[in-house]
């Protein structure tokens, strides 16, 4: 199924200590639709929670073929996506992306973290959320070893 109007994805990450408690947040709306979503782990980083919101958002579109505008304050999965800048680290997370990212048209915008934007600060409110909630599971592609954030 073909949807014409775009969708848009905000998303954010975060943790604690990095590596730590982390969450990630995501908004996504179309029209007069609109789905928050988050979750955490309890041994995580930023930049594979910044990831995996944009990840989480798209694995919720059902409409293939749509047009996404992804917003994110990551510059980490901006530049990646649009730059090309290396994927040595969360290889895991980025085979993943780009197994749901050929489903649809995307559009990588960056905007600045903590700034005011509504849509942004409620991705970080969900993001910390998740991160505190008292029991959380392990992000078993967490890999302290090979996981250096740049």
């Known amino acids: 199924m073909q949807h014409s109007d ?3 994805l905000y998303t ?4 604690r200590g990095n590596p730590g408690p982390g969450g990630w947040g995501a908004v996504l709306s179309c029209g007069s639709l609109r789905k928050e979503m988050s979750g955490g782990f309890r ?3 930023n930049n594979r929670m910044e990831l995996l919101a944009v990840i989480m958002g798209l694995e919720a579109i ?3 073929g749509a047009q996404v505008e992804v917003w994110s304050d ?5 530049n990646t996506v649009t730059k090309g800048w290396k994927r040595k680290k969360n290889a895991d997370l980025w085979d993943r992306f780009d197994a749901v990212s050929r489903r649809f048209r995307l559009t990588f ?3 600045k973290g903590h700034a005011g934007h509504p ?9 910390v959320e998740a991160a505190s909630a008292p029991v959380l599971p392990e992000d078993k592609g967490y890999d ?3 996981t250096i954030e740049i």
């Not at 954010?12 to 943790?15: F, L, P, V």
């Not at 990551?74 to 901006?78: G, H, K, N, R, T």
């Not at 849509?119 to 993001?127: G, K, S, V």
């Open 62 to 64: 059902r409409w293939d």
């Open 6 to 8: 775009p969708i848009f």
């Open 12 to 15: 954010d990450g975060s943790s």
């Open 74 to 78: 990551s510059q980490y999965v901006v």
């Open 109 to 111: 915008h960056w905007l």
């Open 43 to 45: 041994l995580t980083t």
């Open 119 to 127: 849509e942004n600060e409620r991705c970080d409110r969900l993001a």
């Open 144 to 146: 302290d070893n090979n």
